[in-house]
């Protein structure tokens, strides 16, 4: 059974940096595409960025988030990561960890597997 633990949230100024964490246990993480995905109160959870399995060849970012955050994988490790820069307060939600072996499912963004998640708060 695959699990995942989400880490690295924490209360930040607008412009500041945070490094979001994702830690798969019980699979080979490298068999996973994984994605972040946002939802802040009174809104709809939002895809933010997926990476492909293995390699990490082929990265996709919602456009809000396009050049200021970063998403990568260290199969070594079996982690995710997706490094925020330049925060605002919009980005303020809950962030999700999301895990798929599917190539199909990660594409239309449905992912089997869901994290825990982490607050991410951005003042002004």
């Known amino acids: 059974q695959v699990q995942l633990v989400e880490s690295g949230g924490g209360l930040v100024q607008a412009g500041a940096s945070l490094r979001l964490i994702c830690a798969l246990s019980?699979?080979?993480?490298?068999?996973?595409?994984m994605g972040w995905f946002r939802q802040a109160p009174g809104s709809e959870r939002e895809f933010v960025a997926g990476i492909s399995s293995w390699s990490g060849g082929i990265r996709t970012y919602t456009d809000s988030v396009q050049g200021r955050f970063t998403i990568s994988r260290d199969n070594t490790k079996n982690t995710a990561y997706l490094q925020m820069n330049s925060l605002k307060p919009e980005d303020t939600a809950v962030y999700y960890c999301?895990?798929?072996?599917?190539?199909?499912?990660?594409?239309?963004?449905?992912?089997?597997?869901w994290g825990q998640g982490t607050q991410v708060t951005v003042s002004s």
């Open positions: 999301a895990a798929d072996e599917s190539i199909s499912r990660s594409r239309l963004r449905q992912y089997t597997y």
């Open positions: 019980g699979r080979t993480f490298g068999d996973y595409y």
